[in-house]
């Protein structure tokens, strides 16, 4: 079934990161891609990882005018693994880089679980 973990005891877990434009896209796609992924994909229990660059909003509804940017996801097995996870040195190494590149001002981020 979609969205199931491979043990089949839970269903996978996303790590959503919406970024707004920055005022210097270019400097900060350069530190976000050259520091800060390197940082998350090291994190224990990260089964995937994946960075999408905003190309355009068609329905920008409840964004108002906010110009989106990057969407970051992190997948995990579960929401035990991504509990864990959020323990790691290597979760607050990539907290303490995003606040460092100027990333914690641009984003908003939530957890969702994959139902199909």
């Known amino acids: 079934m ?31 891609f050259e520091t800060h992924i390197p940082i998350a994909e090291s994190v224990p229990g990260l089964v995937r ?9 068609p329905v920008p509804g409840f964004l108002g005018d906010t110009e989106l940017h990057l969407i970051a996801e992190l997948y995990f097995e579960n929401e035990a693994a991504m509990k864990a996870a959020f323990k790691t040195p290597e979760w607050a190494s990539s907290g303490a880089n ?17 139902v199909a």
């Not at 877990?13 to 896209?25: M, V």
């Not at 995003?98 to 994959?114: D, K, N, Y």
């Open 2 to 32: 979609l969205g199931e973990s491979t043990s089949g005891s839970a269903n996978v877990i996303k790590y959503i990161a919406l970024y707004r434009k920055p005022a210097d896209p270019e400097g900060f796609d350069r530190k976000y």
């Open 49 to 57: 990882a994946e960075v999408a660059k905003v190309s355009r909003v």
């Open 98 to 114: 995003l606040t460092e590149i100027g990333g914690m001002e641009l984003v908003a981020m939530f957890t969702a679980e994959v």
